[in-house]
């Protein structure tokens, strides 16, 4: 069964810095595709950055320039490097894995992690 547990968020102020780790078991992850979303109260849940088993990275406008995504395929574990944080980054974090395509597509999420930056 995959599973996939984040940690690291915490609560920082604004300009601070966090790292998110997420740690997948019960499937090698070298070839899916993993990234990090996250919801604020009110708002919708939007995607963050992804990042493909060949290294491949997407990033929302917003956090382009602050936030880097990698991977250690090696300890099936992705990262989310959060730099020059910002009050509207206060959300629960969440990790993504999915491969596969149309009815073989799985898609996994983790429980979350909260991340708050106070002004």
């Known amino acids: 069964q995959v599973q996939l547990v984040e940690s690291g968020g915490d609560s920082v102020q604004a300009g601070g810095s966090l790292t998110l780790s997420c740690a997948v078991s019960?499937?090698?992850?070298?070839?899916?595709?993993v990234g990090w979303y996250r919801q604020a109260p009110g708002k919708q849940h939007e995607l963050v950055a992804t990042?493909?088993?060949?290294?491949?990275?997407i990033y929302a406008d917003s956090v382009k320039g602050r936030f880097t995504i990698s991977r250690d395929n090696a300890k099936n574990t992705v990262f989310l490097q959060m730099n020059s944080l910002k009050p509207e980054d206060t959300a629960v974090y969440y990790c993504?894995?999915?491969?596969?395509?149309?009815?073989?597509?799985?898609?996994?999420w983790g429980q979350g992690t909260q991340v708050t930056v106070s002004s």
């Open positions: 993504n894995l999915r491969y596969g395509s149309g009815y073989n597509a799985r898609i996994y």
């Open positions: 990042i493909t088993g060949g290294g491949t990275t």
């Open positions: 019960g499937r090698s992850f070298s070839t899916d595709v």
